[in-house]
């Protein structure tokens, strides 16, 4: 790695510790939801309003609860084993929203138009961004309620679906199509625990978990 690239990337990882820190002392100002007509203000805005410093938690998209795996895997254009290998948060054009950008390799197609070994962009709802302005810097820390974001170099079941404007990949169903299994157990990104999906597979063993999911895939070509 450049040594350029370390100090960036240290540079990051102080700022959201740093942020982290400041926010749990400050008033719940900044730790709380934004009220409904601070919400169609920009996420700058808002951290500068906050004080230079705001964590935003908005509410994940629930508007499909998934019952089964066959359910999800209808809703997806695409179901891949991949690993994490890197990420870059970005600020979504309307200046309302942080995604995070994983550079994911496929290691298994299950289901759609994608190769073994290929590189896939999934965008990542949530992450953390730095605004630099003349009078110092602005801090942003979007995290979504009930969802556990992915990690660097981990291994994941991702249920995905094509955004309609936009390049990459979404998940399906918010937190519900996202499953770490890098320990040989299955690890839900929805902490809703009383969610379908979730009961069902939480800390399941990976083996069966993936077996029921080709299965299932097999069915429906």
Do not use: W
Request: charged content about 25%.
């Amino acid at each position: 790695m450049k040594k350029r690239e370390v100090i960036n990337l240290a540079t990051v990882a102080m700022g959201i510790i740093v942020f982290l820190s400041a926010a749990i002392a400050k008033s719940n100002i900044s730790m709380q939801q934004a009220p409904a007509e601070a919400q169609e203000s920009t996420l700058k805005e808002q951290a500068k309003r906050a004080g230079g410093r705001l964590l935003h938690q908005p509410e994940p998209d629930r508007s499909i609860i998934y019952s089964g795996i066959e359910e999800l895997l209808d809703g997806s254009k695409v179901v891949i084993v991949g690993y994490t290998q890197s990420n870059r948060c970005q600020l979504r054009p309307d200046g309302k929203f942080v995604t995070t950008d994983f550079h994911v390799k496929v290691v298994e197609v299950i289901k759609g138009n994608v190769k073994k070994d290929e590189m896939i962009l999934l965008s990542s709802p949530g992450g953390f961004y730095r605004f630099f302005e003349p009078d110092g810097a602005v801090d942003v820390m979007v995290r979504v309620k009930g969802y556990k974001h992915p990690l660097n170099g981990r291994t994941y079941v991702f249920f995905l679906d094509h955004p309609k404007a936009d390049r990459g990949y979404v998940l399906t169903g918010g937190p519900q199509g996202q499953y770490d299994i890098t320990d040989g157990v299955v690890h839900p990104a929805n902490q809703r625990v009383k969610d379908p999906l979730v009961a069902k597979y939480l800390d399941k063993d990976v083996t069966s978990f993936l077996e029921e999911i080709r299965s299932a895939a097999r069915k429906k070509r």
